[in-house]
């Protein structure tokens, strides 16, 4: 089992930042990929960016060049840094852990972006 507690959500104008964590416990195995998904009302869960053990990252076309995702192997923490912020970025923000074909959950963050 995986342990997946996230902080860093909230509310924020249009244009500003918020960085989110994830910080993972329990039975983790040293490859795995860590990564956000985020799903606003009435829409389904969508991936916005993971990454590797090794550093390799995935974005969704819509965040690239504004949210940087990184992580701490010695933490087993994963970050979600987020500019220039747009209201169509509201959403329930999740934390997703992937290792050994098992797949674990945060309980979410919600973040809200005013206009």
């Known amino acids: 089992q995986v342990q997946l507690v996230e902080s860093g959500g909230g509310l924020v104008q249009a244009g500003g930042s918020l960085r989110l964590s994830c910080a993972a416990s329990?039975?983790?195995?040293?490859?795995?990929?860590m990564g956000w998904y985020r799903q606003a009302p009435g829409k389904q869960r969508d991936v916005v960016a993971t990454i590797t053990t090794g550093g390799t990252t995935n974005y969704a076309d819509s965040v690239k060049g504004r949210f940087t995702i990184s992580r701490d192997n010695a933490k087993n923490t994963v970050y979600l840094q987020m500019n220039s912020l747009k209201p169509e970025d509201t959403a329930v923000y999740y934390c997703?852990?992937?290792?050994?074909?098992?797949?674990?959950w945060g309980q979410g963050t919600q973040v809200t972006v005013s206009s």
């Open positions: 329990g039975n983790i195995f040293s490859l795995n990929v």
């Open positions: 997703n852990f992937y290792s050994r074909s098992y797949e674990y």
